[in-house]
């Protein structure tokens, strides 16, 4: 069973930065693929950040690409996402999720992963 605990989120004025954690339990969870999705009332989930369990490669949509930066302390079974030059349409709840080994689809997609917290809060102020 892997748990995911998010925590980082607040109120934050546009142009400012926050850094989200996400710890991870589980035997097996440093070998996941790790991801962040937001979702906005009224709108779809949306992928945010993605990095495999060797943490070589990221991945983003052009949305965020350049801001937000995702990395994992593999030995701290933590993920994090750094958000700089917020805006207020980033504010969303953030979920942190996991994708075990294996090929269950693309990391683009919220539907690749198995394992979800329970969200944080991200609000941005213009």
């Known amino acids: 069973q892997v748990q995911l605990v998010e925590s980082g989120g607040g109120l934050v004025q546009a142009g400012g930065s926050l850094r989200l954690s996400c710890a991870a339990s589980?035997?097996?969870?440093?070998?996941?693929?790790m991801g962040w999705i937001r979702q906005a009332p009224g709108k779809e989930r949306e992928f945010v950040a993605a990095?495999?369990?060797?943490?070589?490669?990221?991945y983003y949509p052009d949305s965020v690409k350049g801001r937000f930066t995702i990395s994992r302390d593999s030995g701290k079974n933590t993920v994090y996402l750094q958000m700089n030059s917020l805006k207020p349409e980033d504010t969303a709840v953030y979920y942190c999720a996991a994708d075990p080994p294996g090929y269950s689809g693309s990391y683009y997609q919220a539907t690749t992963y198995d394992y979800w917290g329970q969200g944080t809060q991200v609000t941005v102020s213009s």
């Open positions: 589980g035997r097996t969870v440093r070998t996941y693929a």
């Open positions: 990095i495999p369990w060797s943490g070589v490669n990221t």
